[in-house]
């Protein structure tokens, strides 16, 4: 047994381990001394440390290295695996295993007779432990180190806790394998996503240079007076668009300024619709809607003339001479097919002198017209009636009345069909003509020749009828046919040397002229041809 050492204060620091220091003995030897049962570090003197108390006092030697250190004794290793350290530090707590000595604390497993690191003995992953806690596992404080504290559980290495888990060097080899695998993956996710969207981009946009097309660039406004452009912008001004409503029906159709004192020029069929109580809107190339008034209509020639009030800044168009007009002439035509407004198209004269009769829908014949038109392949369609064909310098040669379409023969230009090519207008001549009549009196006059036609007959020809009608004669008395020297059963075949077929188309050629003109005709009677000079009557028209 050794000597007894005296104990220093608890918490007080010892001088020095034994032969450390100034004026200190050597340290004899430590004789063999059992581990305690509890698991305590040997301390050094005569006689084991008590469970309880405190550490024994340096002097009497040094304390044991796990290992067997030389010169230091035959001491094992605790059971707990942890090492009694010797040094020069603060005593430990009451409880702690461990006595002062010359060193730091050892790690289970270390060297013998190597410094350890206290460094490694933290372990910031694990549980606080209880003060005063002892045994196997305890921290330097005494608290127990195991007992399913959350702790690190990487890698073994020196100062590891012998709970901690411990990989070989394949098992990190296989996780940092798995990692850099995993990491790889991620890699080629992210680039692969991004790479496919800077691919798509630069698809949709030319690539690095940008796609750019060829333009060409701007130019003046302006377009030549003759040319479709040029006559449109001049035109459209002086053309309107007219709405309206009655209390049977509704239509629309279009019309053109006459005059600054608000005169515009239509057809009957247009604003027929409205009665005598309907109500007429006309909405100029601007937008401006204004309300319009009939001033005067003719059934027989088609035409109409309307008058809005209190319009300033009204651009009447130009009226040219139809008798100048030369087939293959190009001509302009606007208006509002199916309500489109300002709507242009293009064209050239087709023929000339064309008899056209449309209307007819009452029933007695009283609304059929009579024209003597220019045809045109312009497009026209329901809604361009009344309109302007104008020429290459913006004149108006015509009025755009009536279309032939595939399904119901010639009509206005109200029938269902569209154009198929086939447009025919009213002559600007006679539309001037009834226009002038229409505004000073309110209604137009019609030549006529004195006589009435045999509508049936087939042959070539208008045959004047051969038995007296309710009227009377065929054949009036003292007028221009009964002066010229026309009889009943007569075939007109020709006017003015020009072929006619029927009585229609004498009606046409004969509206094609003013009242007072004088015409020649050819006659068959008794299969004998003679030729007729007379002069045209005049009729109130309607």
């Known amino acids: 047994m050794h000597p007894a050492a005296t104990t220093p204060a608890l918490g007080s620091v010892p001088d020095a381990a034994p032969g450390v220091g100034p004026g200190l003995p050597p340290a004899p030897a430590v004789g063999p001394c059992p581990v305690p049962s509890s698991g305590l570090a040997p301390g050094v003197g005569t006689g084991p440390l008590p469970a309880s108390g405190p550490a024994p006092a340096v002097g009497s030697g040094p304390l044991p290295v796990p290992g067997s250190v030389p010169g230091t004794g035959t001491h094992p290793l605790p059971a707990s695996g942890l090492a009694p350290g010797a040094g020069t530090g603060p005593v430990p707590a009451s409880g702690s295993a461990s006595a002062a000595g010359t060193g730091p604390l050892a790690g289970s497993g270390a060297a013998p007779g190597v410094a350890v690191d ?9 549980a606080i432990p209880a003060a005063g806690a002892t045994g ?21 290495g020196l100062g590891q806790y012998p709970d901690a888990v411990t990989l070989t060097e394949g098992e990190r080899r296989r996780r940092t394998r798995k990692r850099l695998l995993g990491g790889a993956l991620a890699v080629a996710l992210v680039s692969g996503g991004l790479g496919g969207a800077v691919g798509a981009y630069l698809e949709r946009n030319g690539g690095l240079n940008p796609v750019r097309l060829p333009q060409a660039s701007a130019e003046p406004t302006g377009r030549p007076a003759d040319s479709v452009a040029g006559i449109a912008a001049r035109a459209l001004p002086g053309v309107v668009t007219l709405h309206v409503s009655g209390s049977a029906e509704s239509g629309t159709g279009t019309g053109f300024v006459l005059d600054a004192l608000g005169y515009i020029l239509t057809n009957n069929h247009v604003v027929e619709p409205a009665g005598g109580d309907g109500k007429i809107s006309v909405v100029f190339n601007g937008g401006q809607t204004v309300p319009a008034e009939v001033v005067g209509r003719d059934s027989g020639y088609d035409l109409a003339v309307v008058r809005v009030s209190g319009v300033k800044g009204l651009k009447p168009l130009s009226l040219g001479n139809s008798d100048n007009v030369r087939v293959g002439d190009p001509v302009v035509a606007i208006g509002a097919p199916f309500d489109l407004e300002g709507t242009v198209t293009s064209g050239i004269i087709s023929a000339r002198e064309r008899p056209v009769t449309a209307g007819g829908r009452s029933g007695d014949g009283s609304d059929v017209s009579y024209v003597d038109a220019l045809q045109t392949d312009a497009p026209i369609n329901p809604g361009n009636s009344g309109g302007p064909l104008l020429d290459t310098r913006g004149r108006v040669i015509g009025i755009n009345s009536a279309i032939r379409s595939a399904d119901d023969g010639t009509d206005s230009d109200t029938a269902g069909a569209g154009s198929i090519g086939l447009g025919f207008a009213i002559p600007i001549n006679q539309g001037k003509r009834v226009a002038e009549e229409l505004i000073n009196t309110g209604r137009a006059t019609h030549p006529v020749i004195g006589v009435t036609l045999d509508m049936d007959y087939a042959g070539d020809g208008a045959r004047v009828g051969t038995q007296e009608g309710a009227a009377g004669s065929p054949v009036t008395a003292g007028g221009p046919a009964d002066r010229a020297g026309v009889r009943a059963g007569d075939v007109i075949t020709e006017v003015d040397g020009k072929p006619v077929h029927s009585g229609e188309e004498l009606i046409v050629r004969t509206r094609a002229h003013r009242p007072g003109d004088r015409l020649a005709l050819t006659v068959e009677r008794g299969g004998r041809e003679r030729t007729l000079t007379l002069v045209l009557g005049s009729s109130g028209g309607g």
Do not use: E, I, V
Request: net charge positive; charged share 10%; aromatic share 14%.
């Open 118 to 126: 206290p460094w490694h003995r933290y372990d910031p992953w694990s």
């Open 136 to 156: 196997p596992g305890a921290s330097r404080s005494g608290a127990p180190l195991g007992g399913g504290s959350l702790q690190y559980t990487g890698a073994g």
